[in-house]
């Protein structure tokens, strides 16, 4: 091998030439343009908004069901966590990730809901992703709800089992669909609150359906917790299933208690098997023991004041009526979701920009983010509000309703 001196340049291999006829670097992502002006005369343009600590408007576009985010037993809970256990979890849960924080949170929220244990996720996203994707294996029938939520969705996409797209709310469907299977195993996955139009799912039907042809039963819980149920242990104790050995919950940790992060629910040797083989446990960096620790100090404060759940479920009901009687077409909430009809997706987001404008935040879900193809405006109900909030609310998105979207 030929040595080069130091006073000598060194030797550059020359670059490959491009082949003849091919695009000019910059324009690999011109399509990103072409589909960015597709969604814009479809009137499906996002953006990001940057809020204030301190912004006036009223929030009913969150999903700070109980008002807990801001709460000082929860913001003091995350400050200790932070300066006791440090900044991050410095490693996935199996490595060092799982501090004697996590630990406990997992330990009261398996009492709390009734279940055997519990295994907490950096999101309720990862938590989705990890339970449809290890309790299931290429002779597994998954039976999933047509109005599921996107992780749910995507968590039947990255499982290997094949998969049934079952009218919504449907038990009846799901019998049939489970009864012509010619899988080992089956496993049925349903929300438990559905996040659209605040409807439950009808999970005792769901249960006998599943129990009737030896299937798992899969509940998402995230918009349950915290609102339904006795002192809001959520919609699996609401139907008497919590703790059931063939029933697994998931829920999220950033709604009713105010925090990030979620958690799977279920029997032990679920929990288990998850902690073994879960590939958004097993390699993903463990929940920062700030968010942990605002959990479950939200938790325990649910504990202490249970009338909290009643309260969401009262003011969503009360926000429902009120602008039902102002002539919108509002969802009759089963939860702490209401949703308000619009004409179509630019009213919907022309309406949610006077909203803001006049000092309330409202959600605004159109196509592709809604099942059935209709835009609406989603209210979160928070416990928190007061009754002259209500009525302002109420004022504001009534006042402000463009054409058409009167019953």
Not at 16 to 30: C, I, K, N, R, Y
Not at 351 to 363: E, I, N, P, T
Request: hydrophobic share 45%; with cysteine; glycine share 10%.
């Amino acid at each position: 091998m030929a040595h080069r001196t130091a006073s000598e340049p060194p030797v550059r291999t020359p670059a490959a030439s491009p082949a003849e006829g091919a695009p000019a670097p910059g324009a690999v992502f011109d399509w990103l343009d072409e589909t960015a002006g597709l969604r814009a005369r479809a009137g499906l343009t996002r953006t990001l908004r940057s809020r204030p600590a301190d912004d006036p408007v009223l929030d009913l576009a969150g999903n700070d069901y109980l008002g807990l985010t801001c709460h000082p037993a929860v913001t003091r809970a995350a400050a200790d966590a932070a300066l006791r256990w440090g900044g991050g979890a410095t490693g996935s849960r199996l490595v060092t990730g799982t501090t004697a924080l996590h630990t406990e949170l997992e330990d009261e929220l398996a009492e709390f809901c009734g279940v055997e244990a519990a295994l907490v996720f950096s999101s309720g996203y990862t938590a989705n992703l990890a339970a449809l994707t290890a309790l299931t294996d290429p002779d597994t029938l998954i039976v999933s709800d047509a109005y599921n939520h996107a992780s749910l969705i995507d968590g039947c996409r990255l499982a290997r089992g094949d998969v049934h797209r079952a009218p919504h709310g449907d038990p009846d469907a799901v019998r049939s669909a489970l009864a012509g299977r010619g899988h080992h195993r089956a496993l049925v996955v349903t929300d438990s609150v559905f996040s659209v139009d605040g409807n439950a799912a009808p999970l005792p039907g769901l249960s006998a359906a599943a129990r009737a042809f030896g299937a798992a039963l899969l509940v998402d819980d995230a918009h349950g917790l915290g609102v339904l149920g006795p002192g809001g242990r959520g919609a699996l104790a609401a139907a008497g299933l919590a703790g059931e050995p063939d029933t697994v919950a998931t829920v999220t940790l950033s709604k009713s208690l105010g925090s990030q992060g979620g958690a799977v629910l279920g029997p032990r040797r679920v929990i288990r098997h998850l902690t073994e083989t879960a590939r958004t446990f097993i390699f993903d960096t463990g929940l920062a023991p700030a968010a942990a620790g605002a959990a479950l100090g939200a938790l325990r404060l649910l504990r202490a004041e249970p009338q909290r759940a009643e309260r969401a479920r009262e003011v969503a009901r009360t926000l429902a009526a009120r602008l039902t009687a102002a002539g919108l077409r509002a969802s009759t909430p089963d939860a702490a979701v209401v949703s308000v009809r619009a004409p179509g997706p630019e009213a919907a987001v022309a309406w949610a920009a006077d909203c803001r404008r006049a000092g309330l935040a409202v959600g605004c879900f159109r196509p592709p983010s809604v099942p059935d193809g209709v835009s609406r405006l989603r209210l979160t109900a928070r416990g928190d509000l007061t009754d002259a909030q209500i009525a302002e609310a109420v004022r504001i998105i009534a006042s402000l309703a463009p054409a058409g979207a009167t019953a």
